[in-house]
């Protein structure tokens, strides 16, 4: 498996944003997309990214085709880089949350960097012990565990500023705007 695919169309433009793109003149913002690759499997820069995380935040849709988006916080690394592309983090038996198997989009954020990390992924919950104990293995992780939610990578891709050469940056609106709040 390589740790590129060619399917950026796919993955995020489908026909319906297309024209919307075009049409808000933003296309060309997403040229490194259009007919170019996007990563599919996590290296070492995203693994330790991961694993300094002690939050972050997954959307999906349930069966009822309701979207929804959950923040799901423990110790720094409790969200596991299983393999190249399987992250897996393991539910406490007290905590009653889950996640929708099928398509998930997991958002990481360094609000001190800004960093951020977008995977669209396949999640998938296991109550098997054999995969439930890997993402346990977490320090600071001492209760009981009864759940696996895995995900498994489809693509994912980096933003470092939160809010884009296009728009206003961090400090200046900070400079710019301390005084008026």
């Not at 565990?145 to 200046?172: D, M, N, Y």
Request: proline share 4%; glycine share 6%; charged share 25%.
């Amino acid at each position: 498996m390589t740790s590129e695919t060619n399917d950026a169309d796919l993955a995020f433009f489908t026909p319906a944003v297309k024209p919307m793109l075009h049409r808000l003149d933003s296309f060309e913002n997403y040229s490194r997309k259009r007919g170019g690759s996007v990563k599919t499997q996590l290296s070492s820069r995203e693994a330790a990214f991961i694993a300094g995380q002690d939050a972050f935040y997954v959307a999906a849709i349930g069966e009822d085709r309701w979207a929804y988006t959950q923040r799901h916080r423990g110790p720094k690394g409790f969200l596991r880089v299983l393999d190249a592309t399987t992250l897996g983090f393991a539910s406490m038996a007290d905590c009653r949350r889950y996640i929708s198997p099928g398509n998930a989009l997991l958002f990481l954020i360094d609000h001190a960097s800004p960093a951020r990390l977008k995977i669209w992924a396949d999640a998938e919950v296991s109550e098997d012990a054999s995969i439930v104990e890997k993402p346990a293995k977490t320090p600071g992780h001492g209760r009981a565990t009864h759940l696996a939610f895995l995900f498994h990578v489809r693509a994912f891709g980096w933003k470092q500023t939160l809010l884009g050469a296009t728009c206003i940056e961090p400090a200046s609106f900070a400079a710019e705007y301390a005084n008026k709040i």
